[in-house]
């Protein structure tokens, strides 16, 4: 029958960073629930046993797979743009010091090629290049290829908004494809720039502005060399550790959590304001403030939410390493749509025991896309003959759900997490919805400005 400040249904990522934020830089005081067992709701990661839970009630898993300490597997397959903002609000709330990170190992992408008259068609996985030397040396492109991709990555690299002599004629408002046509990309290079490099999922970035589709290739090219060849880094033991992080800020500056614990009703007074949950338990809280995970709020109240579409995510449990990515222990594997003729992208993430993931001579490979037909199953076709043969598949299909505007009643909804495969605009849209609460927004840049001194000081 407590008071609090605000009363945050889901210790998903989003949800556990906002409640952090408030606890830390607003003092706000928090009651977080959760109707699961573990934090992370839909960015958690699972035991063994927790996993066999979720997928397949009753049964048990095999003795061969190990101990539950062995596993950490994630629900979703995403990494962390070294260069990117979540990196940074991280190390601006210090939750950055309750991680161990490693690097990812490498970016492939898919390409589908036609063969010839000595070749038969087939699909070729090719490591995206991570400086001038590996574009030189790419299977990706041939020799003048090379050499215009080499002139664009220059173009990209002293590419300015503000400062037009960098822009080569070419407006920050005109469509992406200009900038293609100007330096005479072919269509698979064109491919892997928009759909590895600058991480879009569709080939509308052709037609999207130059100044936003530069800022996504800027921030690739910033989050290499950060902490090795690679843009991406991943959290030691799992993407939950990042939920987990933000919950421990929480309680420091006095957030309450209870785990087990469901939503039975929300509770609004006579002009229609949130003013409490009522648990499955009989338990009361107030507050008058709401911040809830999607699905809470589609169970109370439909109406408050929209489905964009569905997200299907394979879990796969392999015993070997993918195919042509020279055994890395990590990879984030890419399939443009237009190479397999489709509308949205593929994504996979690969990773093993190195990352405290799974058993020592197991891998694990994460499967993402939207769901176009009525058979996602066989949509993820591309990805099982990339990946080779599968030891177990663990399948959701879920919404990606969509608040649908409205504050007058003070409660606030997060988005659920697209296909992407990183937590770039999951943390933007944290950010405007912190902004939305308080009035306040964030100022990531002096963090890597601290960043940028401390190292010149060293």
């Not at 197991?362 to 199953?377: C, G, R």
Request: hydrophobic share 35%; net charge negative.
């Amino acid at each position: 029958n407590e008071t609090y400040d605000a009363i945050v249904l889901g210790t998903g990522l989003k949800e556990c960073m906002l409640a952090g934020l408030l606890a830390k830089m607003e003092g706000k005081k928090i009651l977080q629930i959760d109707r699961n067992s573990y934090y992370g709701a839909e960015s958690a990661s699972l035991n063994l046993t927790n996993l066999w839970k979720n997928f397949r009630e009753g049964k048990t898993p095999p003795k061969q797979y190990g101990e539950n300490r062995d596993w950490n597997v994630d629900l979703i397959p995403k990494f962390v743009m070294a260069g990117g903002d979540l990196l940074k609000l991280l190390f601006k709330t210090g939750v950055i010091h309750y991680l161990e990170w490693k690097i990812i190992d490498g970016t492939y992408v898919y390409q589908w090629d036609e063969g010839g008259l000595f070749s038969s068609a087939k699909g070729n996985v090719c490591k995206v290049p991570a400086n001038t030397k590996e574009a030189i040396t790419s299977d990706l492109m041939g020799l003048f290829e090379k050499n215009r991709f080499k002139n664009f990555l220059k173009y990209v690299e002293d590419w300015e908004e503000t400062i037009p002599k960098t822009h080569d004629k070419i407006k920050p408002e005109e469509p992406f494809k200009q900038v293609i046509k100007k330096f005479g990309l072919n269509d698979n290079t064109a491919d892997f720039i928009g759909h590895a490099v600058a991480l879009e999922t569709t080939d509308e970035f052709l037609e999207k502005p130059v100044k936003k589709v530069m800022t996504e290739l800027k921030l690739y090219q910033n989050s290499i060399g950060r902490y090795g060849e690679s843009p991406f880094i991943y959290p030691v033991y799992g993407l939950s550790g990042l939920a987990e992080g933000f919950s421990r800020l929480c309680a420091l500056y006095g957030g309450t959590y209870m785990l087990n614990t469901d939503c039975e009703e929300i509770l609004y007074d006579e002009s229609g304001k949130f003013k409490g949950i009522k648990t499955k338990g009989g338990e009361v809280a107030y507050s008058k403030m709401l911040i809830a995970d999607p699905t809470y709020i589609y169970k109370q109240n439909p109406k408050k939410v929209k489905s964009l579409g569905k997200i299907i995510r394979c879990i796969c449990l392999l015993n070997h390493p993918i195919n042509k990515t020279k055994n890395m222990a990590s990879t984030q594997i890419i399939i443009p749509q237009r190479q397999i003729k489709r509308k949205n992208d593929i994504f996979i993430a690969t990773l093993n025991h190195t990352h405290c993931v799974c058993q020592n001579g197991y891998y694990l490979a994460i499967i993402s896309t939207v769901v176009e037909t009525d058979k996602p199953i066989d949509e993820l076709a591309p990805a099982f003959k990339v990946i080779g043969d599968v030891l177990e598949t663990f399948v959701t299909i879920s919404d990606e759900w969509e608040p649908v505007e409205s504050t007058d009643d003070n409660v606030i909804v997060t988005r659920s997490f697209s296909s992407v495969s990183h937590f770039e605009h999951d943390t933007v849209n944290v950010l405007e919805l912190f902004k939305k609460i308080t009035g306040k927004d964030i100022n990531l840049d002096e963090e890597e400005n601290k960043e940028k001194e401390t190292k010149e000081n060293k």
